[in-house]
């Protein structure tokens, strides 16, 4: 939901967010991970209010040329910046609360359109690349702890350590966990160790790392855009779906499906909020800093997964990098 606190921006439109304002009213607005739909009055609202964002109005002008009070075009604009579909010109200071929430809304249409392009596995996916993403996943979740002890160590307070501690924890034992499905696949336990991730795996690992000890804003909002934005019920047709289709036994898909439901109930998607909380506003300089290193995860991610396209895309070949 967006944040309770409404802003005054210079809006334009998110350049890769597709919008329809066809008849006067806004189309259901779909970002990949999640579709926006309004009702008539509401849609015909916003687009009108869209066909003013140009980058140079302000709320106040927007509502002096609508005719409308400010305050409610205010909070409708802050509710296009908070979902992702409008961006601030204004290099001004914005409330750290609604810019959190919309670099992690921004990140995520950008990631999952990044994740579609890649088209990792395709439609039906050989054994050997549905082992293989598994196998990566497992390493990056058992690598959880070399991210997110940096950030317990350079936690500004006690509240936050405790937060990032809990991840530490959880996510260890969901390496344990993941283990088990890969040995489900016919892996052995000494095959997984002696195993590495890729190339690209491991440069996504370090890329947080180095987030976490320098610049824990960006690695909040990096680490919560990587984490699933799928209800519960979107989470288990997919993976239930990967179950069915036999490539793999049931047993091997399990433990990946019960981590990702786990990680969504836990409510690791609320790590960048927890980080957020105690800040008033972000300043322009720390906008342009947060959003370039959230382009670069995002095209370190892109690489990784170009690396494991390569890697795997033959049906035979080793199940995973250094066996």
Known sequence: MPVNVTISLDAIPVPCIPFDVSGGILQPVDLGWCEYRFSDAAAGNIARVLGLCDGTRTVTSIAEALKAPPAKIAVLVTSLYTRGIVQ????????????????????????????????????????????????????????????????????????????????????????????????AAGLTEDEVRRSRPLP????????????????LLSYAVCATVNESPKTDKAIKESWDALAASGVLPAEAIFPFRGHE????????????????????????DE????????????????ACYRGMKEFYDAPEGPDAWGL
């Open 88 to 183: 601030d010109a204004s290099q001004r200071d914005a409330p750290a609360a609604a810019f959190q929430e919309h670099m992690v809304a921004c990140g995520r249409t950008k990631r999952t359109q990044m994740a579609h392009e890649s088209d990792l596995l395709g439609s039906s996916p050989h054994r050997r690349q549905l082992l293989g993403s598994l196998v990566e996943t497992c390493h990056f979740v058992s690598s959880a702890s070399y991210h997110l002890g940096a950030a317990v160590a350079h936690a500004p307070d006690a509240d936050l350590r405790d937060v990032l501690s809990r991840l530490f924890v959880e996510e260890w034992r969901h390496g344990k966990d993941l283990l088990k499905g890969l040995v």
């Open 261 to 284: 439901l786990e990680d969504e109930a836990s409510g690791h998607n609320g790590l960048a909020p927890d980080v957020f909380r105690p800040l008033t506003v972000i300043s322009p």
């Open 200 to 215: 690209g795996t491991q440069s996504v690992i370090n890329f947080l790392r180095a987030l976490a000890a320098t610049d």
């Open 287 to 302: 906008q342009r800093r947060i959003h370039a290193s959230l382009e670069s995860f995002i095209g370190v991610q892109a």
